[in-house]
């Protein structure tokens, strides 16, 4: 008989906010060649010499910050979720975590021996990226006895149940009164869209490129930012000049722009007082919207002379995500195959 699994995946969490924790977490992430793309030797050299000698003890502090007593908050929203699929669909549910624990491997074999047939592979990013969801897919295909089947959720970018979900949990989030909604994503470096890009062709080559159909735009992360943002704008009934998007986390220079930051800093100049923040990159709430833009950025919009920041929490574990993500899953398309992937030998 077949069965069908379904198998989530977060990006991961240190397993605590001590500087150790940390810098075993850090290490797994960084060193991973979709992450920092440069040949190996390279990439161990700047690990190794340049960031964990000095990263893992700020990071550990922001960490503390926002930790839970029980635990993670991306940890912890992410086994909520996985309880509330568990209970909506009908079939096994495991999560499991690219980098950290609860991890691939024991995820997959937990399904296994539940005698699946399929697994549904669903990286947890709306929109694609090869750092995100390319990495964790193959990290999958590792673990994937050859008896079971597999079928991947890519991106869910401008999914109508992820979009419905997505406003109905920002229009509970605004305040009366607001000036302006800044849609702030997980930064990339932009040659991540040109490594990405099947044509080698369009994307990043013009101003307007995302606005030009191509077939690029199935792997297109900067494309898919645009169409989240327009699609909820439009939802949300939001005229273009009410909303904006920026790009944060970003590690060194030519990622994605405008940088969230330089934003926050420049928007009370243009007469923003009430600011309104969300986040739709991430599906749960963990260190970069907790700390770097509950507390940060709240920070530098506030001290650059802003007067009130509202941030919208992630969709979390709420009923409208859960039920979004269980049609997802079960619509899930084949995987699109892409020319992008990493390699040892060429940056």
Request: proline residues 7%; contains cysteine; glycine residues 6%.
């Amino acid at each position: 008989m077949e069965k069908t699994g379904y198998l989530i995946i977060n990006l991961g969490t240190p397993a605590s906010p001590s500087v150790a924790d940390v810098r075993v977490y850090l290490k797994e992430f960084l060193m991973d060649p979709y992450v920092l793309d440069v040949p190996a030797p390279i990439r161990s050299l700047i690990v190794n010499g340049f960031i964990l000698p000095f990263r893992p003890k700020k990071s550990a502090h922001a960490y503390a910050s926002i930790w839970d007593p029980a635990g993670s908050p991306l940890l912890l929203h992410s086994e909520a979720l996985l309880a509330d699929l568990t209970a909506r669909l009908d079939g096994p549910v495991a999560l499991g975590m690219r980098y950290g624990k609860p991890d691939i491997e024991g995820a997959v074999n937990a399904l296994v021996k539940q005698d699946v047939t399929h697994i549904v592979v669903a990286p947890l990013y709306p929109q694609y990226a090869d750092s995100t969801v390319t990495t964790s897919l193959e990290a999958t295909a590792q673990f994937v006895p050859e008896h079971v089947s597999t079928r991947a959720v890519t991106a869910f970018f401008e999914h109508p149940a992820y979009i419905q979900a997505l406003a109905k949990n920002v229009s509970a989030a605004l305040p009366q009164d607001w000036d302006h909604l800044l849609l702030s994503y997980h930064g990339l470096p932009e040659r991540h869209m040109k490594k990405a890009d099947p044509t080698g062709s369009h994307c990043m080559k013009n101003p307007d490129c995302c606005n030009v159909a191509s077939q690029a735009h199935a792997t297109c992360y900067r494309h898919q930012v645009f169409g989240t943002s327009n699609a909820l704008a439009a939802a949300l009934g939001i005229s273009a000049d009410r909303f904006s998007v920026s790009f944060q986390s970003r590690l060194g220079g030519g990622w994605l722009q405008p940088y969230t930051d330089k934003v926050l800093e420049e928007l009370p100049g243009k007469g923003v007082e009430r600011l309104v923040v969300a986040c739709p990159a991430f599906v749960a709430d963990n260190l970069e919207t907790l700390e770097e833009m509950g507390l940060q950025g709240r920070q530098t919009f506030l001290d650059a002379g802003g007067k009130s920041f509202d941030l919208v929490p992630c969709l979390n574990e709420d009923p409208a995500w859960v039920d979004a993500l269980a049609q997802i899953l079960m619509a899930a398309p084949e995987p699109v195959q892409t020319t992008a992937a990493a390699s040892e030998t060429s940056a």
